[in-house]
């Protein structure tokens, strides 16, 4: 059966296609949200049907997920023992996970209708307040849509996402555990900020916020500068979080060491295009 993007997406509650009032009031407070914290949450933006969808997908790739078991400083790069053993780039934590890369899901999927919906991406857009020729997909044909899915046991410790802008869908959450915690905007393009860095490792920081998320919340994340994770789960049932990825350069693909470590392979675009990110931050 040919999935529908109006049964998967609540467009009474969000109207994303639809202006007028009601879609510009949602911008309003994402867009407050996103200025105050980097972190808006739409909740409930999938229905139930929608939920029922995705996770049905999830359940059925979730095997094709690439599960590592690693130790990895925030920045996802080799030891570089030039470096105080207090510099943030050389503390190293516990990593276990699995990522489903996004050649898994259908064009026709669940998933994808969501992503290809009508007015989505310019939805996005206007939340993020991004002018339209600094709006992207990410190109990463491995890395545009998956899938985290995670078991007890498993979490994701402190990081900075290589992407400007990720965009999530909770899809099923772990019986225990799995909060998402972050420290808001804690570096720039010109600033790396290792002091306060190093103060969410330590556990010392001020600024970080919890967030706990609920199966069809949609959220909307500045992960490229606001340093995250989720906390350890417990229980058998797995957690998935969908992930849409957007950038502010087009072409924009994910580095080489680092796609190994998130999918377990890489492409041949991934070496072509090494080296070629706007910015100058470490990963």
């Known amino acids: 059966m040919q999935l529908n993007a109006n ?34 949450v739409l909740k409930g933006f999938l229905t139930p049907a929608g939920i029922a969808a995705t996770v049905a997908e999830a359940d059925g790739v979730a095997e094709n997920g690439h599960r590592s078991f690693s130790r990895t400083n925030p920045y996802f790069t080799a030891e570089d023992d030039s470096l105080p053993a207090t510099d943030p780039r ?35 857009c206007d939340c993020l307040q991004q002018p339209k020729d600094k ?35 909770a899809l099923q959450n772990a019986d225990r555990g799995g909060a998402f915690e972050y420290a808001p905007m804690i570096r720039t393009n010109q600033n790396e900020n290792f002091d306060e860095v190093a103060k969410v490792l330590n556990e010392t920081s001020d600024k970080v916020i919890s967030l706990a998320l609920e199966p069809g919340d949609l959220q909307l994340f500045k992960g490229r500068y606001s340093l995250h994770r989720v906390s350890p789960l417990e229980g058998p049932t797995p957690r998935y979080v969908a992930i849409f990825s957007y950038v502010e350069e087009p072409g924009m693909v994910g580095s080489v060491e680092r796609t190994r470590q998130l999918y377990g392979r890489t492409l041949p675009i991934h070496h072509e295009r090494a080296g070629q990110r706007a910015d100058a931050l470490v990963d």
């Open 90 to 124: 050389r503390r190293y934590f516990d990593r276990s996970n699995a990522f489903v890369p996004a050649d898994n899901f259908r064009p026709d999927g669940a998933l994808r209708t969501v992503f290809d919906s009508t007015g989505f991406d310019d939805f996005v």
């Open 7 to 40: 049964d998967l997406i609540d467009t009474a509650r969000y109207p994303i296609s639809t202006p007028g009032p009601e879609r510009d009031a949602i911008l309003s407070r994402v867009r407050g949200e996103l200025a105050a914290r980097g972190c808006a």
């Open 135 to 169: 709006f992207f997909r990410y190109a990463d044909p491995l890395a545009d849509v998956i899938v985290n899915a995670a078991g007890e046991g498993n979490g994701f410790p402190w990081h900075f996402d290589t992407n400007n802008f990720t965009v999530t869908l």
